[in-house]
């Protein structure tokens, strides 16, 4: 009888594909060589699985962020918090324009685009919705393809906020 009463909802979401960081527009390719570079002053001892972030204020500002691992794994911290904490503690009122992610690994070559982790998109999804615009985001692995979407909502498109609390 339940199936009866049940309404079926769908979620779409679309991405555009690169197929290399040399697609990107001038904008993003500079901001994703930020993030790699970020990427390489990870501290990943543990995980070897370092990570790269870097945000594109409205401003003109760039933040980046990297993974920080400690020996009471996993209390380690990712790449995108450590980052979007910065740019709120460093500029609160700033709007972010674009997120931008890169990860590699020590034991493989990451060929495809590595997203963010739940706990990241949560917290991605907060600052999303505190803004009241969308922040697009690119992610690749170490070489290969980049994803883009337009905004953290298409990650996370059924998101926790402040109005349950």
């Not at 990297?66 to 609160?92: D, F, H, L, T």
Request: hydrophobic share 40%; proline share 4%; net charge negative.
């Amino acid at each position: 009888m339940d199936q009866l009463l049940m309404k079926k909802v769908e979620i779409t979401t679309s991405i555009s594909v690169y197929d290399s960081i040399d697609e990107l527009p001038k904008e993003v390719f500079t901001l994703m060589n930020k993030a790699i570079e970020a990427k390489k002053k990870a501290y990943a001892p543990y995980s070897k699985f370092s990570v790269g972030a870097a945000f594109y204020l409205e401003s003109g500002e760039i933040i980046t962020g990297n993974n920080q691992e400690n020996a009471a794994y996993p209390s380690g911290m990712c790449a995108e918090r450590v980052a979007i904490w910065k740019v709120s503690s460093e500029y609160p009122e700033a709007k972010i324009k674009i997120l931008a992610i890169t990860a590699s690994s020590s034991s493989q070559v990451l060929k495809e685009p590595v997203a963010p982790c739940g706990a990241c998109r949560q917290t991605l999804s907060e600052y999303e919705l505190k803004q009241n615009s969308n922040v697009e985001v690119y992610f690749m692995g170490e070489e290969g393809k980049v994803i883009k979407t337009n905004s953290i909502s298409d990650l996370l498109p059924i998101a926790f906020d402040k109005s349950f609390l």
